[in-house]
């Protein structure tokens, strides 16, 4: 009869569980260990060995929060949020009727996963079946028991609330870190009624008989909870001034919204390349409302540096070059915000990471891209018309039709030191990037688009000189021709004898009756004045008397009439 002996591979899968533990353990306390030194190498030596860990076993709370704090301290904050999207509040309102088919089922299913699932239907006072999780209630259990605090969620709010405010998720950090600071304070606050009040020492003060040789007071290191605090406050700040921009922007306030938005954009300290591409969206929509068509060009062109997929900054630059009909850079944004639909289409998700901030929803890109096409084809027909050489600088400029040189050269100067191509990158001091690997793309892409930019302003400030010039000339031709009219009337007058009445005096004798004398006068009426007459020699004596006579000139008259003769000579 055989003796029962245990089995073999009981005792295998015992000691290989045994053995993954202590490897878990092990990597963790090396992590730990290089962590402390705060170096970058070491910090990324221990990453790979959390990697390691967490490969053996992937719920690991300690090797999870970890991994995340070493991932924040090497600023890679996109690995961050992707492995904690689930916690981002903007992430879990998004409906799932705006992603495509293919990802609302994983998305739906995790949430599903998340909520308490009904078994049975309540009817009357029965209370319903629910399931639960035996782990979740065992925490809460020991937690009871204990007194302890659950903190295992409570990092995740923090570490997580750094990350979204480098990336621009400003609305999400802010709630992020505020409600890690309230679990903080509560965790803090339970965990100090089971602590007595000999563990509270004050600080150690120098005594009196010691030397210090540095008679300033040494500042301590901020602490974590000071640093959120501080970032906190700067979200608050950021948040607070963009709102008030937003809503001076749609009461008509564009100056007001454009100041609001400056603050913002070049203020001293920085601010997160989402969130400041955002902005610039903003302020050139602003700027286009003012009518300063080529500040509002040149932040969607700052705002297409630092994103390239941003579909608002895309469309409204396109709109700018049709409103000075500059058809053919319009008909090339247009066209690349076509692919960029086509991409969509393709790809079934909006460009970039799931928890990436759109201002367009996917299920609107098939009719966005319907009339888009439409759009394109109207332009094109357009261009074939002959409407390229049409372009509206005084629009571009900032200008009136009719304005003066000095008003043009001041114009021109202003955005020349503005726009210059050697500036264009200023703004890159100001941002904060989430990956140190775009810059560099992002300078590049800034310096061409200034570039374009620049040249078109010089073509507009030559092309508006050159008409104004041709005003000034038509001007002088006019002044000239006028003072040449004015010189010929004055001396017209001096060469010339005053109008002077002529009066002819037809007789005509009947030769019947001498009574029957009738004179017919023809006068030619200049302007003499009026108390003179002016008449001219006559010959004909008989003719002078008969005149004379009809005057009454030998009647006795209370004044004299004043009679200017003239004589001509024979």
């Known amino acids: 009869m055989a003796v029962a002996s245990p089995s073999p591979p009981a005792g295998e899968k015992k000691h290989w569980w045994l053995t993954n533990k202590k490897m878990v353990e092990r990597y963790v306390r090396e992590a730990k260990m290089l962590i402390a030194t705060q170096e970058q190498s070491e910090i990324e030596a221990a990453l790979g060995l959390l990697e390691a860990a967490l490969s053996l076993s992937p719920r690991m709370e300690v090797a999870l929060e970890l991994k995340a704090r070493c991932l924040l301290y090497l600023r890679r904050f996109k690995e961050v949020a992707d492995m904690l999207q689930d916690y981002i509040p903007s992430l879990k309102m998004v409906i799932s009727d705006d992603t495509p088919s293919s990802g609302s089922s994983d998305t739906s299913s995790s949430q599903l996963s998340r909520e308490v699932v009904t078994l049975l239907s309540t009817s009357g006072n029965e209370p319903a079946f629910k399931c639960f999780s035996v782990s979740d209630l065992k925490k809460k259990v020991m937690?009871?028991?204990?007194?302890?605090?659950?903190k295992d969620g409570q990092w995740r709010y923090s570490v997580l609330g750094q990350a979204c405010c480098h990336l621009g998720l400003m609305e999400d950090a802010m709630v992020l870190l505020q409600t890690g600071k309230r679990l903080a304070t509560a965790a803090f606050r339970r965990e100090s009624i089971s602590l007595s009040d000999d563990i509270f020492s004050f600080t150690k003060l120098p005594l009196s008989g010691e030397n210090t040789?540095?008679?300033?007071?040494?500042?301590p290191p901020r602490t974590e909870s000071e640093s959120i605090t501080h970032l906190l406050c700067h979200i608050k700040l950021l948040i607070r001034r963009k709102t008030a921009a937003i809503a001076a922007l749609d009461a008509g306030l564009y100056s007001e919204a454009i100041r609001h938005f400056s603050?913002?954009?070049d203020g001293r300290r920085g601010a997160p390349q989402g969130f400041l591409s955002e902005c610039y969206v903003h302020r050139a929509s602003a700027y286009r409302s003012a009518g300063r068509i080529a500040e509002a060009i040149a932040d969607c062109n700052r705002a297409l540096a630092l994103d390239t997929s941003?579909?608002?900054a895309l469309a409204l630059k396109a709109t700018l070059f049709e409103t000075i009909r500059c058809l053919p850079d319009s008909l090339h944004d247009?066209?690349?915000?076509?692919?960029?639909y086509n991409s969509i289409l393709r790809d079934r998700k909006m460009p970039g990471p799931v928890w990436k901030r759109q201002s367009v929803q996917y299920r609107e890109i098939p009719g966005k891209l319907c009339s888009l096409a439409s759009k394109i084809q109207q332009l094109k027909q357009r261009v074939a018309a002959g409407e390229t050489g049409n372009v509206d600088y005084y629009a571009l400029i900032g200008l009136r039709r009719g304005c003066s040189r000095s008003e043009l050269e001041r114009a021109h100067l202003l955005l020349t030191l503005k726009h210059k191509p050697d500036k264009s990158s200023s703004f890159i001091d100001k941002c904060e990037f989430a990956d140190e690997k775009d810059v560099d793309s992002v300078r590049d892409r800034a310096r061409m688009?200034?570039?374009?930019?620049?040249?078109?302003?010089?073509?507009?400030?030559?092309n508006v000189m050159a008409t104004i010039l041709d005003e000034e000339s038509a001007e002088k031709q006019r002044k000239k021709a006028a003072a040449a009219l004015q010189a010929a009337v004055q001396t017209q007058p001096s060469t010339q004898q005053p109008p002077v009445v002529r009066v002819e005096a037809i007789q005509e004798v009947a030769s019947g009756n001498n009574n029957s004398n009738r004179i017919e006068k023809k006068a030619a009426v200049a302007?003499?004045?009026?108390?003179?007459?002016?008449?001219v020699f006559c010959r004909d004596l008989a003719a002078v008397g008969n005149l004379l006579s009809q005057t009454g000139y030998n009647h006795p008259m209370?004044?004299?009439?004043?009679v200017k003769y003239e004589a001509l000579s024979c």
């Open 558 to 562: 209370p004044m004299p009439i004043p």
């Open 213 to 219: 040789s540095n008679n300033q007071p040494q500042t």
């Open 143 to 150: 937690a009871g028991l204990f007194r302890n605090v659950e």
């Open 334 to 340: 247009l066209e690349h915000l076509k692919l960029l």
């Open 263 to 265: 603050k913002i954009l």
């Open 527 to 535: 302007s003499p004045p009026a108390s003179v007459f002016q008449g």
């Open 310 to 312: 941003c579909i608002d």
């Open 449 to 462: 688009s200034a570039l374009l930019l620049y040249r078109l302003i010089q073509k507009g400030y030559t």
